[in-house]
């Protein structure tokens, strides 16, 4: 059953002022092959890489993806780094060396037992526009706008098969007035 409003704002606490300055920096994908995921999430999603980082002891690489203008992004690379990191809900895709070469790698994308993970979130002015567009490019929808219960609201996969809930902040106000 469902926490009640008043439930769930019993069960939080006021944070700390020591908080005051932490941000919800990033969430972190592994993608199988950079090449794939550096496309779709530029070319698809219109984000941008932020940061390039690589790991050679260890062999991986780190790709920071945001919503940034690129004449914000510093050229030098120490500067870069930090502008990549103090940035808010970035996409940190790591990629393991060596992935991308065999066919039979996949990860779990969390939506599928055990469910653990469940998807990340864009916002867009105009779901249906946005929808028209990742379909002309052939993007695998999970869910279309005008499917399932919640109307305006989509999911598509990225590479990995991870979900992306595309969705316009005030369509989401009109659902939650139509159901309550």
């Not at 700390?16 to 969430?27: G, L, N, R």
């Not at 530029?42 to 690129?70: C, V, W």
């Not at 993970?117 to 002015?125: D, L, S, Y």
């Not at 105009?126 to 929808?131: F, L, R, S």
């Amino acid at each position: 059953m469902a926490l009640t409003t008043e439930q769930a704002h019993s069960s939080c606490s006021e944070p700390d002022p020591s908080t005051k300055d932490f941000i919800m920096q990033q969430t972190m994908l592994r993608v199988k092959d950079p090449k794939v995921s550096l496309d779709f999430y530029t070319r698809i999603l219109g984000m941008r890489l932020l940061k390039k980082m690589d790991f050679e002891a260890m062999k991986f690489s780190l790709y920071f993806m945001g919503y940034e203008n690129a004449d914000d992004i510093p050229a030098e690379e120490h500067e870069m780094t930090r502008f990549a990191l103090s940035r808010k809900a970035t996409i940190e895709l790591t990629h393991n060396w060596g992935t991308e070469n065999d066919p039979e790698f996949t990860y779990h994308n969390g939506n599928t037992q055990p469910q653990g993970f469940g998807h990340i979130g864009i916002a867009v002015p105009d779901v249906y526009k946005a929808c028209e567009r990742f379909e002309e490019l052939g993007v695998e929808f999970l869910k279309k706008p005008d499917g399932g219960k919640m109307k305006g609201v989509a999911f598509i996969k990225d590479p990995d098969g991870y979900w992306i809930e595309v969705l316009n902040p005030q369509g989401v106000v009109d659902i939650c007035k139509l159901k309550l």
